[in-house]
């Protein structure tokens, strides 16, 4: 398994920030990604993605970082399920249901990342998420042992999934029952069109910032506009005003400037509301006080 070493992450996450991964190798194979796991063995490695979800600190990822590549990308759509490698990504999982006129994956419509990631974070909102389609998710442990994960087992919920952090999705079978070709199409193009309406795809972001806290409280979006965080600013990264959960790059952002709005949200939100916001994002190579101050502990 060959290693890279001192690889700048930045132009690897939307974020377009973050200092550089230690250490990085990218597995083509189960084979590859076996040996891979073997050399880290006890030391812990971080999954790498297309960081569609994800902050690096500027001083980067002391892990190993691991991006799946190669085998791992293929995408097979069967008379009522569809099979995905976990570095397929998202928006071509739901091109792949909508082309063949499988229905029931309209929501994953300009969804960015990939089918591992979204297993890990259970991708989607919180009525619908992607485990509501999985027939089973195979996962490798640090060990290297294949284990096969079923819904029933993985109890997924609102952005989490129970598997532990440290064993890495491979690929997954998804259930895809046929519909009525012209209906899914429909689906389809009208969530994305709203979404892309209501989102923000102008600038470097990662999404959501913070998790909907739920009933009774309103959505994170309405909280950070509520206690006068919309359009807020540090450095250069700012809350849109379009969307008050996201927070952009505007170019040369660094990490610190992102928890910096993040923290102070937080802190306002608590105060004014006394509502605790929990980060949807996730956050690596992150000092564990500037984690405590976004609720990432």
């Known amino acids: 398994m060959r290693w890279e070493r001192d690889v700048p992450l930045a132009p690897l996450v939307r974020y377009r920030i973050g200092g550089p991964a230690a250490r990085l190798a990218r597995p083509q194979s189960m084979a590859e990604l076996a040996a891979a796991l073997r050399e880290t063995s006890g030391r812990g490695c971080r999954v790498l993605g297309t960081g569609a979800n ?19 990308g293929t995408i097979q759509v069967g008379a009522t399920t569809i099979e995905a490698g976990a570095a397929a990504r998202l928006p071509a999982l739901a091109q792949a249901a909508r082309r063949n006129g499988r229905a029931g994956f309209h929501f994953l419509e300009a969804v960015p990342g990939t089918l591992g990631g979204g297993l890990r974070m259970n991708a989607g909102s919180r009525d619908e998420g992607l485990w509501d389609r999985v027939e089973w998710a195979d996962a490798v442990t640090p060990e290297g042992e294949l284990v096969r994960i079923r819904p029933e087992v993985a109890q997924p919920a609102y952005r989490r999934v129970g598997v532990p952090a440290d064993w890495v999705f491979v690929r ?38 913070w998790k909907n806290p739920g009933s009774p409280h309103p ?48 802190r306002r939100a608590l105060a004014r509301l006394g509502v605790t916001l929990e980060p949807e994002i996730q956050l690596w190579g992150v000092e564990p006080a500037q984690l405590a101050l976004v609720g990432a502990v």
């Open 54 to 72: 994800l902050l690096i600190g500027d001083s980067g990822v002391p892990e190993p970082v691991l991006i799946l590549e190669g085998d791992f």
């Open 219 to 266: 959505p994170a979006w309405e909280i950070v506009d509520s206690v006068e965080m919309r359009g807020a600013r540090v450095g250069n990264a700012r809350i849109h005003e379009r969307h008050a959960n996201f927070i952009v790059n505007l170019g040369g952002a660094r990490a610190a400037d992102v928890i910096g709005l993040m923290a102070e949200t937080r």
């Open 172 to 209: 997954a079978r998804l259930e895809a029952t046929p519909g009525e070709y012209d209906a899914v199409r429909d689906a389809h193009l009208s969530f994305r069109e709203r979404k892309v309406r209501d989102q923000v795809y102008d600038l470097p972001s990662v999404g959501s910032t």
